[in-house]
């Protein structure tokens, strides 16, 4: 699915938290959405699920504008993960999925959950209550419920937070498999450059609300005259200008 985010904004009483923000990510194409805490990123992609009602501008998704008469059509080939937001912790794994499953009216429920379960690796703890689990277990649960759906776009708030070194690298690889072998559209916002470098095509720079670069991570690295991802993105933050 191919999204389309033009001039975006969105007020909290005299507060400006996304100002004017456009872009595209083409149809199986990642797209990193990076900025320090606060500066907008979690607001848009609200906006982007349909959760946050802009103030002004507008979203499409495969050229159909994402609004009250079609969100619900529209939401049923999108999902989101975020280790911030919690599944309902006294459920189990499987019950969790299975309610997930029948929420975005999954046909083949049980095959769909047990694909899921051998590919992240989720059999040892699948009967436990989600409230029990490690962090990256939770992380890994989390995945799961955001491919119940077989989502064509998927937006991936830090999926690979808190995570250790072994597993981050272990669903950084799942999501490359994945990708491969399906119609997936993603949106990432991340704070683990390397992890940006390896799955984004296209990289969007966010800060106090705006976009204050965007590009490659090749062309904004040889643009700020930079070694590596991480140097270019410290550069662009503690600026004291606007760039773009």
């Given at each position: 699915?191919?999204?389309?985010v033009?001039?975006?904004y969105?007020?909290?009483?005299?507060?400006?938290?996304?100002?004017?923000?456009s872009?595209?990510?083409?149809?199986?194409?990642?797209?990193?959405?990076?900025?320090?805490n606060?500066?907008?990123?979690?607001?848009?992609?609200?906006?982007?699920?349909g959760?946050?009602?802009p103030?002004?501008?507008?979203?499409f998704?495969?050229?159909?504008?994402?609004?009250?008469?079609?969100?619900?059509?529209?939401?049923?080939?999108m999902?989101?993960?975020s280790?911030?937001?919690?599944?309902?912790?006294?459920?189990?794994?499987?019950?969790?999925?299975?309610?997930y499953?029948?929420?975005?009216?999954?046909?083949?429920?049980?095959?769909?959950?047990?694909?899921?379960?051998?590919?992240?690796?989720l059999?040892?703890?699948v009967?436990?209550?989600?409230?029990e689990?490690?962090?990256?277990q939770?992380?890994?649960?989390?995945?799961?419920?955001?491919?119940?759906?077989k989502?064509?776009?998927?937006?991936?708030?830090?999926?690979?937070?808190?995570?250790?070194?072994?597993?981050?690298?272990?669903?950084?690889?799942?999501?490359?498999?994945?990708?491969?072998?399906n119609?997936l559209?993603?949106?990432?916002?991340?704070?683990?450059?390397?992890?940006?470098?390896?799955?984004?095509?296209?990289?969007?720079?966010?800060?106090?609300?705006s976009?204050?670069?965007?590009?490659t991570?090749k062309?904004?690295?040889?643009?700020?005259?930079r070694?590596?991802?991480?140097?270019t993105?410290?550069?662009?933050?503690?600026?004291?200008?606007?760039?773009?």
């Amino acid at each position: 699915m191919k999204l389309e985010v033009i001039n975006l904004y969105k007020n909290f009483n005299q507060t400006s938290a996304v100002k004017n923000i456009s872009f595209t990510i083409e149809k199986n194409e990642t797209l990193g959405l990076l900025g320090p805490n606060g500066c907008g990123k979690t607001t848009s992609i609200g906006m982007m699920l349909g959760l946050i009602t802009p103030s002004k501008g507008e979203i499409f998704i495969d050229n159909k504008k994402l609004n009250s008469k079609n969100r619900i059509d529209l939401l049923a080939n999108m999902n989101f993960a975020s280790p911030y937001i919690e599944l309902p912790k006294k459920l189990t794994v499987m019950e969790n999925l299975s309610v997930y499953a029948r929420m975005y009216g999954v046909k083949k429920i049980s095959q769909n959950i047990e694909e899921l379960i051998n590919d992240l690796n989720l059999q040892d703890f699948v009967y436990k209550k989600t409230g029990e689990l490690s962090s990256g277990q939770k992380n890994r649960v989390s995945l799961a419920k955001s491919l119940i759906n077989k989502p064509k776009l998927l937006f991936l708030d830090e999926p690979t937070a808190s995570l250790d070194p072994d597993v981050g690298d272990f669903v950084r690889e799942y999501l490359e498999k994945y990708k491969s072998k399906n119609e997936l559209t993603i949106l990432l916002a991340s704070h683990n450059m390397k992890e940006v470098e390896r799955l984004c095509n296209n990289i969007v720079m966010m800060k106090k609300g705006s976009i204050v670069d965007r590009g490659t991570c090749k062309n904004l690295i040889e643009k700020h005259g930079r070694s590596n991802l991480e140097e270019t993105f410290l550069k662009i933050a503690r600026s004291e200008n606007e760039l773009e």
